[in-house]
């Protein structure tokens, strides 16, 4: 299956049926009266997150929905029926945007939840509606409201408790193949990740789920390589782990990169908290190692952990430093008020694992 993160999509609600003119017309029965019944109400558009997706490729095939419109009014005062609605399913972290692509309408982070996009028209009154004691026959009725239409587009955010990200080949696919059951494209040349991968990762008991972002190059705030059009769901996750490639010709300007693009994205993404992590240190001499080691911790700040993903040394401590920040940095800030009222409490704080410090700190 493919991924796609962003769909533009056309949605009408349904109209409601017209109120009936009509009049009751039985033997011996000299006076029936108005007996015309209402229309029904139009379908509504309603978007609702279902377990088990995680992207919008449904909906670059389909683009238009539109709902049922409400049945008319009939004679012997019969109402018409209520339009199906139609239910667009979504996976978790979805946003619904307007046609401008900025104003915000709805942001899912809950598997079942349910929000009506769009409502149906209500159905016309008909000729029965308007009898009284002073109008015994009216003679008219209400028409159907017509339903809502627009364009919007939806765009999918993946929520994850952490996140890799790095320089294209500094290991991310091979880190997430070496500790989680996901199998994504790994090779010898940069770019081999052209979208988002998500697994779930074990250790000590304990599961989180991981994500590998696409790496990142110099510019790519401004659109090179595969710009910045992932750094989206590096905003959902809980924490960022950082992976620099060791063979390279610098560290310390490797990390400053992505830094300076992550930065360049969004001023919220330098509030996460950050492992910064040394990988493929299993491909340089000691001495190299030495070196790299000591230009990374100059620019980043802190103690890098040393890991290979492919001889998984080091790895079980890059996980455990995950799992004692996860418990500190909620998805968003729903998710924290979600925490907060299912324990009454706010979490206790853990001491600070070895390697990780909040961004620019």
């Known amino acids: 299956m493919k991924f796609l993160d962003e769909a533009k999509v056309y949605i009408r609600s349904g109209d409601g049926g017209n ?12 006076f029936g009266g108005p007996s015309g019944g209402n229309g029904g109400r139009g379908g509504d558009v309603i978007v ?3 377990d088990g997706l995680n992207t919008l490729i449904d909906y670059r095939y389909q683009q238009h929905f539109k709902a049922q419109k409400g049945g008319h009014g009939m004679g012997s005062d019969r109402h018409g029926a209520g339009g199906k609605d139609i239910v667009l399913k979504v996976p978790l972290g979805t946003q619904i945007f307007d ?15 349910k929000f009506v996009l769009s409502k149906g028209g209500n159905g016309g009154f008909g000729n029965a509606h308007f009898k009284s004691s002073t109008n015994r026959a009216p003679r008219h009725a209400n028409p159907g409201q017509p ?9 999918l955010k993946l929520i994850a408790d952490a996140g890799l990200v790095g320089l294209p080949n500094a290991g991310k696919s091979t880190f997430l193949s070496a500790v989680s059951a996901a199998r994504p494209k790994i090779a010898d040349y940069p770019f ?28 790519a705030h401004e659109g090179a390589g595969l710009g910045d059009r992932f750094l989206g769901h590096v905003e959902r996750c809980r924490v960022l782990l950082h992976l620099v490639d060791a063979t390279c010709e610098h560290a310390g300007k490797a990390y400053k990169t992505v830094r300076h693009e992550l930065e360049a994205y969004a001023e919220n993404l330098a509030d996460k908290i950050e492992i910064v992590a040394l ?3 299993d491909a340089i ?12 911790k100059r620019a980043a700040k802190k103690t890098p952990l040393l890991l290979s993903g492919v001889t998984r040394e080091g790895v079980p401590e890059a996980l455990r430093a995950l799992v004692a920040a996860i418990g500190d940095a909620p998805v968003s800030a729903n998710a924290r008020k979600a925490m907060a009222s299912a324990a009454d409490t706010e979490p206790q704080q853990e001491p600070e694992p070895a390697g990780w410090s909040p961004l620019g700190r």
Not at 99 to 113: N, P, Y
Not at 196 to 211: N, S, W
């Open 99 to 113: 046609e401008d692509r900025e104003t915000l309408i709805h942001d899912f982070t809950a598997v079942g939840e």
């Open 192 to 219: 081999t990740t052209l979208h988002p991968q998500l697994g779930v990762v074990a250790i000590d008991g304990r599961e989180f789920v991981l994500a590998d972002i696409p790496g990142l190059i110099e510019g």
């Open 279 to 281: 990988n493929k240190i």
């Open 147 to 155: 339903g809502e239409e627009r364009w919007i587009w939806l765009r």
């Open 285 to 296: 001499t000691p001495e190299q190692l030495k070196e790299q080691k000591a230009r990374l």
């Open 19 to 30: 109120g009936c003119v009509a009049f009751r017309r039985e033997k011996f029965i000299e």
């Open 48 to 50: 609702e997150v279902a």
